[in-house]
């Protein structure tokens, strides 16, 4: 429920507060009192596209803020949830705007964007008039519209998923049938590539293994005969057997020496353990190295061919072994991709099966509830001195997708026999209002804690009908907080709360107030609406039977 909408320095409102109340709530006055300008405020603090020029003449800024009373479990509460936003028992809209053009809104003191506002707003507001293309008017919308009075969101939300389900099986089959076709294109390919690969069978390391074994024989292949003779001068018939025969010399004669001849004898005894060790090196160098031309040629064979293949394809010889995995393994999903194709077509029949099955039932329960809402209209058109209309919920067959696969459409025939057509196609304004009228009471039902404002829906109508639908406004009322913009004395006199709009002229400055009316200036009000200007005994009588009656 909306409880109060303060307004500052908005168009040629300084400042008003409004304290609404539950039931129906009638706000009158002359034309051009600023009744629209209330409407213009609501709709800002709520988010809509309206007036770009909102702020009052000479203010820095204006501002407006709505407090709502949601309850527990009303849809704003979700909203709420999803955008981060505290769950109160109160929520107080506030959206202020510069002179410059720049918005600012905040949701129970926190900033949000307009859009929060909106989504808000579908909760908590409905605006309905004469002129609404956007609302029951708007045929695009009619399909929610019914589904909603027909208790069907369980219904639709399975008809999403099998619909999402479906989609999901065909783009998994396409995809599978395109990377088929990829890989059936290239099957020659595969099969050569894995063979060659396969016939190789390089190992992880084995390049750098035989570029260093191939280095180390050419490295032999050019020094094997400085090394040999290297070898050689070291031997027992070189070096080693000079300092062999030193050594048996001077342990020949050193004990003559007194001790003298000890350390060159150790020093010899040195040197030729180092000469076993050097002799030891170049022979285990010399035997690493033993190769045969046969050798190296196959050690540089292969090298090559893997190099040769790792170029071939584009990457490194140690990856060349996961290469061959990645090729055989798009062989086998060649050679087992006909499977696949199967088993998902098979999938897709089965998705589109379940979606046909759960839209069929939908469109079933779609009719069942369009009968039940024609059947409602038709009551509800009765009182509202259009007995003889007909109003339909045609459903025509549409493409397949996530709604279902039916078109819902409400159309209107004012005259027995007369070909039915879109709402505001077929009726005149008058008979607009009561149709969209009785079609708000019927879809209201369905609705939870919405505040309805309908602005001068009872334009051209008048007497026995403006009384109906003054009735009707009442009734819905007793299920919803209803506002009525109204220039009919027969609506306003069913209101529960009235309050009166006009303006005034002061310092030469035009400002427009709202006033709530007791009984007493209820009747002269409405005596205004019924006599104009002159307000005469007679008017007020009549405006105390309206009340009374």
Not at 67 to 84: N, S, T
Request: hydrophobic share 45%; proline share 4%.
């Amino acid at each position: 429920m909306l409880r109060s909408l303060d307004i500052r320095d908005m168009l040629i409102i300084d400042h008003l507060t409004l304290e609404f109340r539950p039931g129906l709530n009638v706000l009158t006055g002359e034309t051009g009192a600023g009744k629209s300008i209330l409407l213009d405020a609501l709709g800002f603090v709520l988010g809509w596209r309206g007036r770009a020029e909102l702020v009052r003449a000479g203010a820095a800024r204006g501002e407006v803020v709505a407090v709502f009373e949601p309850g527990p479990g009303h849809p704003a509460c979700a909203v709420l949830e999803e955008a981060g936003l505290p769950v109160e028992d109160e929520l107080i809209l506030r959206r202020v705007n510069t002179a410059e053009g720049r918005k600012t809104a905040w949701v129970n003191d926190r900033r949000v964007s307009g859009e929060v506002l909106r989504r808000l707003s579908a909760t908590l507001v409905e605006l309905h008039g004469q002129h609404d293309d956007r609302g029951l008017l708007d045929a695009r919308g009619h399909r929610a519209l019914l589904d909603e009075f027909g208790g069907l969101s369980g219904q639709v939300r399975k008809v999403r998923a099998a619909w999402g389900a479906w989609t999901a099986a065909r783009e998994a089959l396409a995809e599978a049938e395109a990377a088929l076709a990829v890989a059936r294109a290239e099957e020659d390919f595969l099969r050569h590539a894995v063979a060659e690969l396969d016939e190789l069978d390089p190992a992880p390391g084995e390049e750098a293994e035989l570029d260093a074994r191939r280095r180390l024989m050419q490295a032999a292949e050019r020094n094997r005969e400085e090394i040999a003779l290297a070898h050689a001068a070291l031997s027992p018939e070189g070096a080693e057997g000079l300092l062999a025969e030193a050594l048996r010399r001077l342990e020949g004669v050193a004990g003559e020496a007194g001790g003298r001849l000890d350390a060159p004898l150790e020093a010899l005894g040195r040197a030729l353990d180092e000469l076993g060790h050097a002799q030891q090196g170049i022979e285990a160098w010399m035997a690493e190295a033993a190769f045969s031309p046969a050798e190296l040629e196959a050690t540089e064979e292969r090298l090559f061919a893997i190099r040769a293949l790792a170029r071939k394809h584009g990457v490194l010889p140690d990856d060349l072994g996961d290469l061959a995995e990645d090729l055989r393994s798009r062989l086998a999903a060649l050679e087992g991709g006909a499977e696949d194709i199967s088993r998902l077509q098979a999938g897709v029949e089965e998705a589109r099966a379940a979606y046909e099955a759960a839209a069929a039932a939908l469109g079933r329960a779609r009719r069942e509830a369009a009968g039940r809402l024609d059947a409602a209209m038709a009551k509800e058109l009765a009182p509202l001195k259009m007995e003889r209309a007909l109003f339909t919920t045609e459903i025509t067959p549409a493409e397949p997708g996530a709604e279902g696969m039916e078109s819902v459409a409400f159309t209107v025939a004012t005259n027995p026999g007369a070909p039915p057509g879109p709402l505001q196609r077929i009726a005149s304004g008058g008979e607009l209002s009561r149709f969209l009228l009785a079609l708000k009471v019927c879809l209201t039902r369905q609705s939870t804690g919405l505040t309805m404002i309908f602005d001068e829906i009872d334009r051209g109508v008048g007497g026995a009908t403006a009384d109906a639908v003054g009735r009707r406004l009442a009734a819905l009322a007793c299920e919803a907080q209803v506002l009525v913009v109204t220039h009919s004395p027969q609506v306003a006199a069913r209101g529960q709360h009235h309050w009166k709009v006009e303006k005034e002229v002061s310092g030469g400055v035009t400002t427009s107030r709202v006033i709530p009316l007791d009984d007493s200036a209820r009747i002269d009000e409405l005596a205004r609406m019924l006599a104009g200007d002159t307000v005469t005994t007679e008017a007020r009588a009549a405006a105390r039977a309206l009340l009374a009656g």
